[in-house]
Nanobody, 123 residues
Framework: QVQLVESGGGLVQAGGSLRLSCAAS????????MGWLRQAPGKEREFVAA????????YYADSVKGRFTISRDNAKNTVTLQMNSLKPEDTAVYYC????????????????WGQGTQVTVSK
């Protein structure tokens, strides 16, 4: 089992940057593909980015490609989402999640979830 705790959310102006971190418990972190998903008010949760077990492959939603970067440190059991050039439409609760399969682009493909962290981008 994996427990995930996100941090780093907050309020930022459009064009700014934020760095989200997710700390995982347990010795099996490297057995999981890690992803970030987000849910804006009144909308369904959507995929943002995923990184494979070793960190050698990443995948991004078109809406964040070129602005967001996902990375992981298996020695520290952490996964990070660097978000640059933020837009008001990036406002959402961001979730860190773990999956045993590649490429987990849908909610049901993730096995464990963090509690979420709020990101608010003002105009």
């Amino acid at each position: 089992q994996v427990q995930l705790v996100e941090s780093g959310g907050g309020l930022v102006q459009a064009g700014g940057s934020l760095r989200l971190s997710c700390a995982a418990s347990g010795r099996t972190f490297r057995s999981y593909v890690m992803g970030w998903l987000r849910q804006a008010p009144g909308k369904e949760r959507e995929f943002v980015a995923a990184i494979n077990w070793s960190g050698s492959s990443t995948y991004y939603a078109d809406s964040v490609k070129g602005r967001f970067t996902i990375s992981r440190d298996n020695a520290k059991n952490t996964v990070t989402l660097q978000m640059n050039s933020l837009k008001p439409e990036d406002t959402a609760v961001y979730y860190c999640a773990a999956s045993r399969r590649w490429l987990p682009a849908d909610d049901h493909e993730y096995d464990y979830w963090g509690q979420g962290t709020q990101v608010t981008v003002s105009k």
